[in-house]
């Protein structure tokens, strides 16, 4: 997907409609400096008010994806060739945010693993050792519920009775039993419980 492109499509669409980029991001609630971005390429819109964005610049979500007005010729390779792309770069943004749970779930147990060893093994006042110890606790369950969000939220789990990916509930995953990224618990689709795995795709 060429951000340049579709930045550069977004900017001219803009004007033809005889909008500012203040009056554009005042229409979609979002900071004149989202909408900059937008245009010289360092960012697209978030899909939330995608749909909007193009009502408002009288094109289609596929317009917008390739952009370029789509001619009818060519308007399901164009849209299918989009979608794809949207699915890879998915893909990777699932990928970097599962690598950020390693880090914060490690970051988190080492923070409590070093207040505990410090309370432990240093003179001071009984309530500094309390207080060392229960701040400890706190940021490794912080850093722990992020990290369960995080694998909530980035890609999918695939049930093996009816071969159904879904993204779970934060309480589901919360509560289950499991192995690394395989989780056991019930199925949306057809109601079993298993073990499920963690996928990308």
């Known amino acids: 997907m060429d951000q340049i492109k579709i930045g550069k499509f ?3 669409k803009r004007k033809e409609n005889n909008l500012t980029q203040m009056q554009l991001a005042e229409r979609l609630a979002i900071t004149d400096r989202a909408v900059s971005k ?4 360092k960012s697209l819109p978030d899909a939330s008010i995608m749909l909007e964005l193009c009502e408002l610049l009288s094109i289609t979500v596929n317009d917008l994806l390739n952009g370029e007005v789509v001619s009818m010729d060519n308007y399901n390779e164009k849209s299918e060739k989009a979608m794809l792309e949207m699915a890879k770069q998915k893909q990777e943004a699932d990928k970097r945010l599962l690598s950020l749970e390693i880090v914060v779930g ?3 147990s080492l923070f409590l693993f070093s207040m505990v060893f410090i309370a432990a093994f240093t003179q001071m006042p009984d309530l500094v050792r309390i207080l060392l110890i229960v701040g400890g606790m706190i940021v490794f369950g912080v850093g722990i519920a992020f990290a369960i969000r995080i694998e909530q939220t980035a890609g999918y789990y695939e049930c093996p009775k009816c071969g159904h990916k879904y993204v779970p509930s934060y309480k589901s995953v919360l509560f289950a039993m499991h192995v690394n990224r395989t989780r056991y618990m019930k199925c949306p689709h057809c109601g079993k ?3 499920q795995k963690k996928t990308l795709e």
């Open 10 to 12: 977004i900017a001219a």
């Open 38 to 41: 937008w245009e010289t390429g």
């Open 106 to 108: 490690v970051i988190s």
């Open 193 to 195: 419980r298993s073990w």
